[in-house]
C-alpha cells in the first residue's frame, strides 16, 4: 500500500516529512529553530531514534559551517618535502596512519602536490629504485577558508577526491580539510584502526620522566601537571615551546619554562613531534 495520502487540497500526495510537521505541530517549520523543535518532539515520540536526531542536528549545524571551522591547522599538518627519500617515508606513514600527504619545497611554505601512500608500494618491492617523489604527486585541490561545509561535501562526492588544502585570502595555505572530517561534523568522532592504537598525550616513564606528545592541549598540560602556561597564543605544547626559543628547536634540545625542563625527544624540518619532561626539583 502506498503510505503517501493526497494532501488537503486533493492534489500531490505529501511527503513523509510534511505528514511529520503537521502531526506534530500543525504545520511545516517556518525557521531553524521550529524545525529542531519538530525533530525533538519527533525523537521524543519515537518516530526518530537519538542516532538519527543527532545526525540530522549536525547535517543542520554543518550547513552553516565554513571549512576554516573543520580543517586541520597549518601547524598541525603533516607534510613530506619533495626530495625526501623512500627510506624516510615508510616510517611517517606507518606512525601517522594517514593515506594522503601534502608535499612541499624545503626553500617555500608552498604544496607542490599530494602524496599517496599506496604509489609508494611498487617502490618497496623495487628497492626504491626510480623512486623521486616529484614524479608520483597526485594534484592538489585548493579552497578557500569561507567555502561552506556543505558545498565542500558535495564536491569531495562528485570529485572522489579525499582531501583539500585551504588557502588564506593571502593565498597561504591556512590547513587542510579531508572527507572524513566533513562528515564527523555530522556523525561525531570517526574512529579508525591506527586511532584505536593511539596512546595518552601524557606518558609516564620508569625514571619518574615522562612522555608527552608536542601536540598535546596547553589546557590538558595545565590540568595534569597543574600548571599555568598561557593559552592565548598557543594552543599546544610543542607551538608553545616553539614560540619561547623563536625557532624550531632541534632534536635533544633542552628547554626550560617555570619548573618544568622539556627535551626534544623527536622533531622534522616543520614540528615537533615527541617531548620528554623532567621536573625541576626546587
Known amino acids: 500500500m502506498n503510505e503517501d495520502h493526497p494532501s488537503s487540497n486533493g492534489s500531490e ?3 513523509w516529512f510534511a505528514r511529520l510537521s503537521h502531526a506534530l505541530t500543525g504545520g511545516e517549520p ?3 529553530e521550529e524545525l529542531l523543535s519538530t525533530l525533538s518532539q519527533a525523537c521524543a515520540s519515537d518516530i526518530l531514534d537519538a542516532d538519527t536526531l543527532g545526525m540530522m542536528e549536525g547535517a543542520l549545524e554543518m550547513s552553516e559551517m565554513q571549512v576554516r571551522d573543520a ?3 597549518r601547524g598541525q599538518m603533516m607534510v613530506v618535502p619533495c ?14 596512519g594517514h593515506s594522503r600527504f601534502p608535499v612541499i619545497k624545503d626553500d617555500k611554505d608552498e604544496v607542490t602536490g599530494i602524496l599517496m601512500a599506496k604509489d609508494l608500494l611498487r617502490f618497496f618491492v623495487q628497492d626504491g629504485n626510480g623512486f623521486n617523489v616529484k614524479k608520483i604527486l597526485r594534484p592538489a585541490v585548493f579552497i578557500p ?3 561552506g561545509l556543505n558545498m565542500l561535501l558535495k564536491e569531495f562526492r562528485t570529485s572522489r577526491n579525499h582531501m583539500a588544502l585551504v588557502v588564506d ?15 564527523e561534523e555530522i556523525v561525531g568522532e570517526i574512529d579508525d584502526e591506527h586511532d584505536q592504537q593511539e596512546v595518552a598525550h601524557i606518558t609516564p616513564q620508569k625514571d619518574k620522566g615522562y612522555t608527552i606528545d608536542a601536540l598535546t ?4 598540560f595545565n590540568q595534569f601537571f597543574k600548571a599555568s602556561f598561557s593559552a592565548e597564543q598557543f594552543d599546544t605544547l610543542g607551538g608553545l615551546l616553539t614560540g619561547q626559543v623563536g625557532r624550531l628547536p632541534e632534536r635533544g634540545e633542552i628547554i626550560n619554562i ?14 615537533l613531534l615527541t617531548l620528554g619532561l623532567n621536573l625541576i626539583e626546587s
Open 83 to 96: 626530495d625526501a627519500k623512500l627510506e624516510d617515508l615508510l616510517p611517517m606513514i606507518v606512525e601517522s
Open 258 to 271: 617555570d619548573d618544568f625542563t622539556f627535551e626534544v625527544l623527536r622533531a622534522d624540518n616543520r614540528r
Open 217 to 220: 592541549p596547553i589546557e590538558e
Open 30 to 32: 517556518r525557521n531553524r
Open 71 to 73: 580543517m586541520i591547522p
Open 13 to 15: 500526495p505529501q511527503s
Open 169 to 183: 585570502e593571502f593565498g597561504g595555505v591556512s590547513g587542510l580539510i579531508t572527507i572524513e572530517d566533513v562528515l
Open 145 to 147: 577558508e569561507s567555502k
